[in-house]
Antibody, heavy 121, light 108 residues
Framework: QITLKESGPTLVKPTQTLTLTCSFS??????????VGWIRQPPGKALEWLAL???????SSSPSLGNRLTITKDTSKNQVVFTMTNMAPVDTGTYYC?????????????WGQGTLVTVSS | SYELTQPSSVSVSPGQTATITCSGD??????VFWYQQKPDQAPILVIY???ERPSGIPDRFSGSSSETTAVLTVSGVQAEDEADYYC???????????FGGGTKLTVL
């Protein structure tokens, strides 16, 4: 059974750095082609892709967010850590992690439940 | 930047067919994925690689794709199909992941 779960703060202040952890089970991030991505959704708005990391440590992130994003993996713990610097109120939303199952499948087949992050002073 | 365009809303009566489009340049160069999201729930994958349906997804959901437009079709719409639907693909030049703006399917 494949599961993913996001964890981290529910409230961050403007200018602070957000750090979220995706803990997963039922698959390995050492398997070739597998990836874990982060996607967010502001209240009442559309999904927005943020970042993706693969088993070979290849990484990509949304160009619209510049160099604010970092994504790393800890395969021994089955975790992916995501950070976003210089948080602002517009970054408020639900943050999801999701699995990309193989090289040719550039989509997400399993999603975490999401975690709501509010940016406010 | 690469963009995928969806209608903001589609409305159909129960039993009818709902068609949701997703438009983007050279869309046929990359696979398209479709997700269903109900209120306060995480998205679930309903179509992958343009036309494939994950196990557990009813066969009334189908997908197709052409040069610039992908289509999600829901045949014999049921009340439980009322949800937001998002298409997703990748920019073939950069491999960045892109989501469409979402379509709210209303069952009248």
């Amino acid at each position: 059974q494949i599961t993913l779960k996001e964890s981290g703060p529910t409230l961050v202040k403007p200018t602070q750095t957000l750090t979220l952890t995706c803990s997963f089970s039922g698959f390995s991030l050492t398997t070739g082609g597998v990836g874990v991505g982060w996607i967010r959704q502001p209240p009442g708005k559309a999904l927005e892709w943020l970042a993706l990391i693969h088993s070979n440590d290849d990484k990509s992130s949304s160009p619209s967010l510049g160099n604010r994003l970092t994504i790393t993996k800890d395969t021994s713990k089955n975790q992916v850590v995501f950070t976003m610097t210089n948080m602002a109120p517009v970054d408020t939303g639900t943050y999801y992690c999701a699995r990309k199952p193989n090289t040719m499948f550039v989509g997400f087949d399993y999603w975490g439940q999401g975690t709501l992050v509010t940016v406010s002073s | 930047s690469y963009e995928l365009t969806q209608p903001s809303s589609v409305s159909v009566s129960p039993g009818q067919t709902a068609t949701i489009t997703c438009s983007g340049d050279s869309l046929s160069d990359q696979f398209v994925f479709w997700y269903q999201q109900k209120p306060d729930q995480a998205p679930i994958l309903v179509i992958y690689k343009d036309t494939e349906r994950p196990s557990g997804i009813p066969d009334r959901f189908s997908g197709s794709s052409s040069e610039t437009t992908a289509v999600l079709t829901v045949s014999g719409v049921q009340a439980e199909d009322e949800a937001d639907y998002y298409c997703q693909s990748t920019d073939s030049r950069t491999t960045y992941v892109v989501f469409g703006g979402g379509t709210k399917l209303t069952v009248l």
